[in-house]
């Protein structure tokens, strides 16, 4: 129910007032909204009382006079006011500490007030003050506010709140303590204690951002405010999806008479055995099977029953490509049968008209959907990220099943800190979490910080590899007719012989640059009725969907009796992982043994072939493919070229196959030895240490706090959370420059359109569409690539969004530093 107050009068104390109207509302409405809908939201029961005592207090500074008479001058002047930014958070925090009876509970709790407006270091990395020395040393007025709080809500109460959050804190730190010391005698070293309370702060902040920010947007629009799905509602909708999910495998998959009836009888029995997991308490699983053995639909059976019998909030699907999460995406839609009860929140996602697009902002802020389905990048981003946006989808990831679909793909300096946020949510987050993989990295091979006890869902992949057996891997890295490595022209020379053998062929190299020139000479060296295809991440995504599904419809046509056109593939990575086309032949360029396994996925993927597909491990000269910038690749290489050395020698001992379950744990055994000293726990680009010890001991803002007091610091939490969330980024900045493309006459339609011939304005929401929609027409480049183009880049909107000239664009190979020279532009 709405109460807000209609009338502007000043014998209340105010949270909010609309200038355009002179509507207000109380304090006392917007914190026990903000209680309330926090308590509501809140995912673990051990913790409402925590955040009910950090709602109850968060926005307390604005009783203070200055607020308040920043409050009556906007009523007075609407938008002609000065409105100055005050500090409502330090008397809230000051007042909740004295409050608190744990001293290390007051400590955690006033950060979480002090931070709803932007988190803080706990020390600060320069100067090495605190965050609670230096609120404490802040005017705030906090004698004015306290008067005023308890004249509007009953101290008793408010005491047996802090009380039983005082409680509530002393179950956690000892959850905490018996966590680690339990790991530690175990000889597993899953973490400590510091960052795990780093995460308690974390959901803490994000139930007390989610509420806020909820009920004042509630009050700006006018609002009813809407109320989550209740638990149930979600039982319903799970016991619903469940049924429809069964009726698709009967009718849809198992009947299938193209799926196989061998493969499919495999599959089942995987899907069989997640079906019978979803009964037991385990906690963290790993799915383990072979590419094409439907992990998707098996790990999605799994979750929707844990869901139910647990009564889980949600369902998070996880891949760490695009191409990924839009292949399954549509798959679950049809599964459950109930798209709207499914979101898909990646940066391709495009929407037709203007309430969907309001609809789609406002489910991808909350994550208020049952199923939700998005990137490896989001969700590190709601683990670590210092943005608010992120941080308030943080308790979604709570009492939820967590699928990561390719695990293996999680970024090697993001890797210790996956392992610790994957404990946090299994151990102490109520949430269950399934790692997906064809090639699961090994869980024990960390010297510290590894994930906690996990089972693996189905029987040993032994028991499957043979059934889904489709290709043969063989090693050409060393050969006597390529002794220093193949250079581009030997490469593609290999390629056309294997084109003559097998008709098509996928050539995946570790480079653009590579990529393009096997391309451009392969292509001089066919006749018309060969295909040859280049993809690559210099095309915009509209182009790459574009030419996956010409290359889908020419191997189609190229396993056709009579056809004598040959098909060849180049591509870089951006194949390896949800594109479903399968070729008789596969030439990769060395890399590391997760990689060569996903290459061998797109190899006879369906058995189609009458042969075992080959798959050609190849090594090129530093010239062809310069990999200066690239360690991690350099690192696989190193590590992948001791395994196929021990192969070479040994081969009985990998079954006489490289893609058996013993070379894949042999290789991550390598692969973990050549990685350069802390690459796995996200080293900090500008500081001399990592982001999993800012997130932890924080051993440098220690050292920091030493040196200005000379003295040991004493306090609970000393996390730098806002220069960690500052330093953290999943994905390199090198190519983050994005630029709009006129790859087909939509994108040129939509550069003029913001362009705008006669400078007419474009309404918000149609802009924020248009931009929507440009981003399948986005392109990311580097600052030196921006510097190359110079003037073939243009500005086409006051948002500084950058687009290409006509010319610098190849449909074939993407972004081009020297103009095509057609009849057009010559």
């Known amino acids: 129910m709405n109460n807000t107050n209609e009338n502007k009068t000043s014998d209340i104390y105010l949270a909010h007032v609309d200038f355009e109207t002179g509507r207000t509302q109380s304090f006392q409405e917007h914190t026990d909204n903000v209680t309330s809908y926090a308590k509501s939201i809140c995912p673990m029961g051990e913790i409402q009382k925590l955040v009910e005592a950090a709602a109850l207090f968060h926005d307390a500074g604005k009783l203070s006079d200055d ?20 500090d409502h958070s330090t008397a809230g925090g000051r007042m909740l500490w004295k409050m608190m009876r744990q001293k290390t509970a007051a400590e955690l709790l006033s950060t979480v007030v ?11 990395f320069e100067s090495g003050c605190t965050l609670q020395e230096r609120r404490a040393e802040k005017e705030c007025q906090e004698d004015i506010v306290k008067e005023r709080f308890f004249q509007i809500f009953d101290k008793e109460k408010i005491q047996k709140v802090c009380e039983a959050a005082d ?7 000892k959850k905490i303590g018996m966590f680690v010391r339990k790991s530690t005698k175990q000889n597993r070293h899953c973490g400590n204690g510091y960052f795990y309370i780093g995460m308690y702060f974390r959901v803490l902040l994000s139930m007390l951002l989610d509420s806020d920010w909820t009920d004042t947007e509630k009050f700006f629009q006018n609002e009813e405010l809407k109320q989550r799905i209740s638990k149930k509602e979600i039982q319903k909708i799970w016991q619903q999806s469940i049924q429809c999910f069964e009726n698709y495998l009967n ?6 008479a193209e799926n196989g009836q061998s493969l499919q009888a495999v599959r089942q029995e995987i899907s069989e055995r997640c079906y019978e997991e979803a009964e037991k308490e ?15 639909l098996s790990s999605l059976r799994f979750a929707l029953y844990r869901a139910e019998r647990t009564q889980k909030q949600h369902i998070i699907y996880v891949a760490p ?31 037709s008209e203007k309430k969907q697009e309001k609809d789609y902002k406002k489910l991808t802020e909350t994550w208020d959907v049952p199923i939700i389905m998005t990137s490896a990048v989001q969700v590190l981003n709601v683990l670590f990220s210092g943005q608010k946006r992120d941080i308030r989808r943080m308790h979604t990831l709570c009492n939820s099943v967590i699928i990561f679909d390719e695990v293996q793909a999680i970024p090697k300096k993001c890797m210790e800190l996956f392992n610790l946020a994957v404990n946090f949510l299994t151990n102490f987050a109520e949430s269950d979490v399934v790692l997906c993989s064809a090639t699961q990295p090994s869980i024990k091979d960390l010297k510290e910080n590894n994930l906690s006890e996990c089972m693996e869902m189905t029987e040993i992949i032994e028991k499957y590899e043979e059934a889904f057996r489709r ?45 393009k ?15 040859v295809f280049h993809l690559s991440n210099k095309l915009c995504p509209q182009n790459k969907e574009d030419t996956l599904e010409t290359v889908h419809a020419a191997l189609r046509k190229n396993r056709e009796s009579g056809y004598t056109g040959r098909v060849i593939c180049i591509s870089t990575p951006v194949v390896e992982a949800g594109v479903n086309f399968s070729f008789g032949c596969v030439i990769r360029s060395k890399a590391g043994l997760d990689h060569v396994i996903q290459a061998a996925g797109r190899g006879n993927r369906h058995k189609e072939y009458p042969w075992f597909g080959k798959i050609y491990i190849v090594q090129l000269t530093n010239e062809a493919e310069s990999l200066e910038k690239l360690p991690e690749i350099q690192e696989e290489q190193r590590a992948v070229q001791k395994l196929l050395e021990q192969f070479r020698s040994k081969p009985e001992i990998f079954e006489k196959r490289l893609d058996s379950s013993k070379a894949i744990a042999i290789y991550y055994q390598y692969y973990y030895q050549v990685l350069q000293a802390d690459i796995t726990k996200f080293p900090a680009k500008n500081y001399k240490t990592t982001l999993l010890e800012m997130l932890g001991k924080n051993c440098p803002g220690r050292k920091q706090y030493w040196h200005k007091f000379e003295q040991e610091y004493k306090g609970g939490m000393a996390q730098a959370f806002a220069t960690a969330g500052k330093e953290f980024e999943v994905i390199s900045n090198d190519y983050k420059i994005p630029v709009v493309v006129p790859y087909n006459d939509e994108a040129k339609k939509l550069i003029a359109a913001f362009v705008g011939a006669d400078g007419e304005y474009l309404p918000w929401e149609e802009k924020q569409r248009m931009l929507r929609e440009l981003q399948k027409y986005t392109v990311g480049i580097s600052e030196v690539q921006k510097e190359c183009l110079n003037n073939a880049i243009y500005q086409i909107s006051d948002e500084e969004i950058l687009a290409l000239s006509e010319g610098y664009y190849s449909n074939e190979v993407g972004v081009l530093e020297e103009p095509q020279m057609n009849f057009e532009n010559y």
């Open 67 to 86: 607020v308040q008479k920043d409050f009556q001058d906007i009523l007075k002047k609407g938008d002609q006011a000065h409105r100055n930014d005050l």
């Open 114 to 124: 002090y931070s709803h407006h932007g988190i803080s270091d706990c020390i600060d």
């Open 167 to 173: 409680a509530q804190y002393v179950q956690i730190n």
């Open 251 to 256: 009718h849809e998959i198992r009947n299938k």
């Open 282 to 296: 385990t906690r963290l699983y790993r799915l383990t099977v072979p590419t094409g053995a439907g992990k998707t």
């Open 321 to 351: 490509f695009n191409s990924i999460l839009s292949q399954n995406a549509d798959e679950i839609r049809r599964a459950v049968d109930d798209p709207d009860i499914v979101l898909e929140h990646h940066c391709n996602v495009i929407l």
């Open 471 to 515: 290709t043969d891997i063989v090693d050409l890295t060393e050969t006597e007719a390529y002794p220093g490595g193949m250079e581009i022209e030997d490469l593609c020379d290999f390629t056309l012989q294997q084109a003559e053998t097998f008709r098509n062929v996928l050539v995946i190299v570790n480079t653009t640059e590579c990529a």
């Open 517 to 531: 020139q096997v391309y451009e000479k392969i292509k001089s060296s066919c006749s018309d009725e060969d295909q």
